[in-house]
């Protein structure tokens, strides 16, 4: 992990504003951010656009890095993105989960794609959507097996719609979004997919923001997950406020709820993202 965080950091200073100039194509803060599952989106629900400002005759590159900090855990992300022609998105993120209390860390590293398979968020009648793959797969699956997980790896299949309104809000731009997803993971698959109570099904999640101005977006996210496990696992919440300077550089911050982890109540906390556009 810290060896993949090194490598995603040389590429995230060489693609902050004065290292490189970013794809242009699209309206600014139109692609999102980054989900921590490393695809385009808010912080926890991916979104119908794919990374990056790219144009249909263009290719961008996204790099980030964030990490959420709970009341009983912590967890490290950074990934890169690719946008190719604003057609299909790649994504590859690694995840580090520490469990400070049992001294334990793990591992997890997810391979994405997502392809936009109608319309635009801005511009088309209908909201644009798009289908999305991410294949997870933990370092060390003893944890998982532990708690009573079937598999250490799983896919996750979702779809998704979303919609930018200018103007629609006492003249502000609002954006809403909607995914369902099919999964078996627990936990986002930190600790591995099914269980004794597992029934996989189609999740649903949902983000809204507001636009205070081109640079400045204010909104919350909601995120269905099943409780394979029986540990009681529970659905999250985030509020966040998200900046954008400009096309090369984002910065998100966020007061999280993420409920009940691994049978510890209370996770609540405070998550911070950077990402960068070339």
């Known amino acids: 992990m810290k060896r993949f965080s090194r490598v995603l950091s040389v590429l995230f200073w060489l693609i902050i504003p004065w290292g490189a100039k970013a794809a242009e194509g699209k309206i600014l803060a139109t692609p999102g951010v980054s989900q921590i599952e490393g695809s385009a989106g808010g912080g926890i629900v991916p979104w119908a656009q794919l990374a990056g400002y790219a144009s249909e005759d263009e290719w961008s590159l996204s790099g980030f890095c964030s990490r959420a900090n709970l009341t009983d855990f912590r967890l490290d992300v950074c990934g890169v993105q690719a946008n190719l022609f604003d057609h299909v998105e790649f994504s590859i993120a690694r995840q580090q989960f520490d469990v400070p209390a049992l001294n334990t860390q793990i591992e997890q590293q997810i391979i994405g794609a997502k392809w936009r398979v109608y319309g635009d968020i801005v511009y088309s009648t209908w909201p644009q959507v798009s ?18 997980a079937e598999t250490t790896s799983g896919n996750d299949f979702y779809v998704s719609a979303s919609q930018l309104h200018l103007g629609a809000v006492a003249g502000l731009n609002w954006f809403w979004g909607v995914t369902a997803r099919h999964t078996s993971a627990n936990q986002l698959g930190l600790l591995g997919h099914g269980g004794e109570k597992s029934n996989t099904k189609w999740m649903v999640e949902a983000s809204s923001a507001v636009f205070l101005s081109p640079y400045w977006a204010v909104g919350a996210e909601y995120r269905q997950k099943p409780d394979n496990l029986g540990l009681g696992e529970t659905h999250w919440r985030d509020w966040f406020v998200a900046w954008f ?34």
């Open 131 to 148: 289908v999305g793959w991410q294949h997870k797969s933990l370092k060390d699956g003893s944890v998982a097996r532990l708690v009573g």
């Open 245 to 278: 300077p400009n096309k090369s550089l984002s910065v998100t911050a966020a007061y999280l709820d993420l409920g009940s982890i691994a049978g510890a109540p209370n996770q609540t906390g405070w998550y911070l993202s950077f990402m960068g556009y070339y």
